[in-house]
C-alpha cells in the first residue's frame, strides 16, 4: 500500500527527496522518493554519512518535492577546465 502511494506522489511530482549538493566534487544527489518529509529527514543522515565516507566535503542538505529527472549531476563544466590538454610539438612547429 506504502508503495502505491509513493508512486502516486512521485507521478504527481508530490513525493518528498533529499536534495545533497556537495562543493567537492561539485555534486547535487536526490534520494527518494519518499512519501512524507519526516520520513526523508529520517534518512538523510544515512546519506551524508556515505558522501563523508566518500570524501565528499561542502555538504548541504535541502528536503524538497518534486520529480528529478537525474538522480545525480555532476559539475561537467567545471571538470572540463580543470583537465590540461597537451598538444604534442612536431619538428618545423613553434612552441
Known amino acids: 500500500m506504502k508503495e502505491l502511494l509513493i508512486n502516486t506522489l ?3 511530482g508530490l513525493a518528498f527527496w533529499v536534495e545533497i549538493i556537495t562543493d567537492d566534487p561539485q555534486c547535487t544527489y536526490y534520494f527518494g522518493p519518499f512519501s512524507s518529509k ?3 529527514e529520517s ?3 544515512g546519506y ?3 558522501l563523508e565516507n566518500e570524501g565528499a566535503q561542502g555538504i548541504s542538505v ?3 518535492r518534486g520529480k528529478p529527472i537525474h538522480l545525480t549531476i555532476f559539475d561537467e563544466n567545471l571538470e572540463e577546465s580543470t583537465v590540461s590538454v597537451r598538444v604534442p610539438t612536431l619538428s618545423g612547429q613553434l612552441s
Open 43 to 45: 534518512a538523510q543522515g
Open 62 to 64: 535541502t528536503i524538497m
Open 10 to 12: 512521485q507521478f504527481l
Open 48 to 50: 551524508i554519512e556515505d
Open 38 to 40: 519526516q520520513e526523508a
